[in-house]
């Protein structure tokens, strides 16, 4: 850590040197403005204008790249908060990359394709920012993955396929909004002044909300999982009784709870939610094991096999909001509170 000695320039003025080798990577001269931005714990974040003016571009070479590949660059440029993307060919883009950017482009929220030669493809994120919040992404990524599961569970109840499909599509939305929190979250931790326009007032959550994001990510596949095995089902339902199929709807329920609460923890930074979280994770812990236990020793090993997997689906979802609840009383911990004194 490079340490500066703080100077008196008048009576109320102090001042310090900025390092010539970062004004100089920078482009920062003499009567040129940077900002200022004060944080917690005593922290002083300078950035230059160009942070704030610059729009960020990249561009993605395609050759040497299959399209697999090239659809991921595309992805991981976006979560970086690149603002235009070009891929380019040194020849003719082939039909096979064509395809691929047009794939990216309908997973990515806000992104289109703006110009295109047969060598170049230009396309441009249109999210601004200040368009959203972390804490409403997070709370629309959670009720996204809610709906998918109770879609899911009621299809495998009612033996309906054309509802399990209905969660199978809203898979592709979830994504979107995770794939945007990332962008939002990089973008705020590269730029702190952006940290307040995403609903923060310090950069420090970041790294919590990036866990909560991908643990809500993770919740969303566990429901797509028990849309899987309706579809694949036969009769595209359970073979069990209505009263196995009452408890697993009501663990459903359960699961649902508790992972609107966890996110609602995280979002108002309130440690007694998370405490709650735990009492009701508590109750959930063993369900899965319980309802196992339950069910006829007469039953085919195919129908046991797929009760299991929708019920290790429910299990795993309810660990991952214990995660979130986990974080959420670190982050409410980290802050003055009823139960905390920071000194």
């Known amino acids: ?12 003025t102090l ?5 010539a080798e970062w004004a100089k990577e920078h482009g920062v001269n003499k009567g040129d403005e940077v900002s200022l931005r004060m944080g917690g714990k005593g922290t002083l974040t ?10 960020s571009k990249a561009v993605i070479n395609a050759d040497g790249l299959d399209a697999q590949s090239l659809e991921r660059a595309i992805v991981a440029q976006y979560v970086l908060g690149r603002r235009v993307i070009h891929v380019r060919s040194e020849g003719t883009l082939d039909s096979e ?10 997973q990515l929220m806000g992104l289109g394709v703006i110009e295109e030669t047969p060598s170049d493809i230009s396309i441009r994120c249109s999210v601004d920012p200040e368009d959203f919040t972390l804490d409403n992404l997070l709370e ?14 009621k299809a495998l109840a009612h033996g309906n396929p054309d509802l399990a499909q209905r969660a199978l599509n809203r898979e592709r939305q979830a994504n979107k909004i995770f794939v945007l929190l990332l962008r939002l979250i990089f973008t705020a931790y590269q730029n702190p002044n952006l940290a307040r326009a995403v609903g923060l007032e310090e950069g420090f959550p970041l790294i919590g909300y990036r866990s909560v994001a991908k643990n809500l990510e993770l919740t969303a596949d566990n429901a797509e999982d028990i849309a899987d095995i309706v579809m694949e089902a036969e009769g595209h339902t359970l073979d069990v009784d209505s009263a196995t199929m009452r408890q697993i709807r009501e663990f459903t329920d359960q699961v649902d709870d508790l992972t609107a609460l966890a996110v609602q923890a995280v979002v108002e930074r309130d ?10 994770f508590g109750r959930l812990e063993d369900r899965e094991q319980e309802i196992l236990g339950e069910l006829p020793n007469d039953l085919d090993n195919d129908t046991l096999l797929m009760t299991r997997e929708v019920l290790v689906s429910l299990q795993h979802t309810a660990e991952y909001a214990m995660r979130n609840a986990e974080i959420a009383a670190n982050l409410a911990l980290n802050e003055p509170s ?3 004194e920071i000194i």
């Not at 001042?15 to 390092?19: E, I, R, V």
């Open 271 to 280: 440690y007694d939610l998370t405490v709650e979280c735990r009492d009701l």
């Open 97 to 106: 990359h064509i395809n691929a950017v047009y794939k990216a482009e309908t």
């Open 1 to 12: 850590m490079e340490t500066r000695k703080v100077q008196r320039l008048g009576p109320s």
């Open 15 to 19: 001042a310090m040197t900025l390092p």
């Open 140 to 153: 629309r990524l959670e009720n996204t993955g809610s709906t998918m599961r109770g879609e899911a569970v």
């Open 46 to 55: 300078v950035l230059p204008e160009s942070v704030s003016t610059e729009e």
């Open 338 to 340: 009823d139960h905390v």
